[in-house]
């Protein structure tokens, strides 16, 4: 079975502060990994994946994530972020291979950028 | 190009009673999941569609009923409603059943009362 932990529920940061938020997983085969993120009173978007290869993934917004193996980890990081990344973010796993096509969340992170 | 569609968009029921949900894939996709985020949680796995049928499910009692049509689209049922059920339901289409490629609907918010 697979888990996910997002060690975060709330991170408050000021505005052009980096932030990091933090993901560990749990799984007994490969996986695949995924931060998405929701606005208020909106469905999820994808922010960034990783299926493979290059263990630092970049997506959409400025953020990246960087998958660790070793650690279970998958941070999500942004250099600088604006009052409008404002939002619910939910780390992601789904195994690769065999008949596992589900997504299974953490709890979700709420970022609140202040001016 | 259409992305994800639900409806309606905002439900009120009370308990007891059923609730169907509606989604329509992305053009293209043929595969459709569903998902439960109650309150303040990450969206639960309910069940996948493909081929018209139920493929891989969650831990969600049998009240929880779906169907897929042969153009793709899916309703999600929900019968004997409970409290409980209030949430926002997620539906995310993909190729094939593909994880890496869900793309989300807006969802449907149902307030059991």
């Known amino acids: 079975a697979q888990s996910v932990t997002q060690l975060d529920s709330q991170v408050p940061v000021f505005e052009e502060a980096p932030v990091e938020l933090r993901c560990n997983y749990s799984?007994?085969?490969?996986?695949?990994l995924f931060w998405y993120v929701q606005y208020p009173n909106q469905g999820l978007q994808l922010l960034l994946k990783y299926l493979s290869g290059s263990t630092l993934v970049k997506g959409i917004n400025g953020f990246e994530a960087e998958f660790n193996k070793s650690q279970t980890s998958f941070h999500l990081r942004k250099p600088s972020v604006h009052i409008s990344d404002t939002a619910e973010y939910f780390c992601?796993?789904?195994?690769?291979?065999?008949?596992?096509?589900?997504?299974?969340f953490g709890k979700g992170t709420l970022l609140t950028v202040n001016p | 190009d259409a992305g994800v569609t639900q409806s309606p968009t905002h439900l009120i029921k009370t308990r007891g009673q059923q609730v169907t949900l509606r989604c329509s894939p992305k053009s293209g996709h043929d595969t459709v999941s569903w998902y439960q985020q109650a309150l303040g949680q990450g969206p639960q796995f309910i069940f996948q569609?493909?081929?018209?049928?139920?493929?891989q499910r969650g831990n969600f009692p049998d009240r929880f009923s779906g169907h897929q049509f042969p153009n793709y689209s899916s309703e999600l049922n929900v019968n004997a409603l409970l409290l409980g059920d209030s949430a926002l339901y997620l539906c995310?289409?993909?190729?094939?059943?593909?994880?890496?490629?869900?793309?989300f609907g807006p969802g449907t918010r149902l307030t059991v009362l």
């Open positions: 569609y493909y081929e018209e049928e139920e493929r």
């Open positions: 995310a289409s993909s190729d094939s059943g593909r994880a890496d490629t869900q793309y």
């Open positions: 799984s007994s085969v490969s996986v695949y």
């Open positions: 992601a796993v789904s195994d690769w291979g065999g008949s596992n096509y589900k997504l299974t």
